[in-house]
């Protein structure tokens, strides 16, 4: 069975920092890329940032130089550091992996960036 967990998320000022972790469950993580995804109402769901099964990274636009995605293939977690964030970073958090073609996420973790 496929989990993931979101955790992390909270309220923080702008230019504050998080550190968003994605616990997952199965030996499914050191074969799947995994991913992080973030929704605001009204909105769909956009990527933030990727990570290969080897550590290859990519990020949004929106995010390059101030978030870092990064893995642990022996806790099986995934991590998003977020730092500089900005009052538009507000957004529910969430992990995802691709299994087969099969889409899979976690419930969440809301990040609101206000003062």
């Known amino acids: 069975q496929v989990q993931l967990v979101e955790s992390g998320g909270g309220l923080v000022q702008p230019g504050g920092s998080l550190r968003l972790s994605c616990s997952t469950s199965g030996s499914f993580f050191r074969l799947n890329a995994m991913g992080w995804y973030r929704q605001t109402p009204g909105k769909q769901r956009e990527l933030v940032a990727s990570?290969?099964?080897?550590?290859?990274?990519t990020y949004s636009d929106f995010v390059k130089g101030r978030f870092t995605i990064s893995r642990d293939n022996i806790k099986n977690t995934m991590y998003l550091q977020m730092n500089a964030l900005k009052p538009e970073d507000t957004a529910v958090y969430y992990c995802?992996?691709?299994?087969?073609?099969?889409?899979?996420w976690g419930q969440g973790t809301q990040v609101t960036v206000s003062s």
């Open positions: 990570i290969t099964v080897a550590g290859r990274t």
């Open positions: 995802n992996t691709v299994i087969l073609l099969d889409n899979y």
